[in-house]
Nanobody, 117 residues
């Protein structure tokens, strides 16, 4: 199905911003709903939000108004703009593609986001 590669993570102070990228190896990803997830050590992976092929976005309540998902199909890349970051946003962030059965797959390797207080 191809590969997804996340980048853009790093260390930022509370209140700061980061933009994550998710690059797809295949142009067919432009037809897929793409999602962002995050996971802390020892915890379950949490849904952050997704964007459909028609650019409709959905977010978990905890990030609404602070995070924005976008995509550039010509560049085969999805973005997660994160503003007003909080220490509780510290996690490894992953992107994935929604499969035909509705589940997400083709997980990338993740990118670490650390927000210091």
């Amino acid at each position: 199905q191809g590969q997804l590669v996340e980048s853009g993570g790093g260390l930022v102070q509370a209140g700061g911003s980061l933009r994550l990228s998710c690059a797809a190896s295949e142009y067919t990803y432009r037809f897929y709903t793409m999602g962002w997830f995050r996971q802390a050590p020892g915890k379950e992976r949490e849904f952050v939000g997704h964007i459909t092929s028609g650019h409709i976005t959905v977010y978990v309540d905890s990030v609404k108004g602070r995070f924005t998902i976008s995509r550039d199909n010509a560049k085969r890349t999805m973005y997660l703009q994160m503003n007003s970051l909080k220490p509780e946003d510290t996690d490894v962030y992953y992107c994935a593609a929604r499969r035909g059965d509705g589940s997400f797959g083709s997980w990338g390797q993740g990118t670490q986001v650390t927000v210091s207080s």
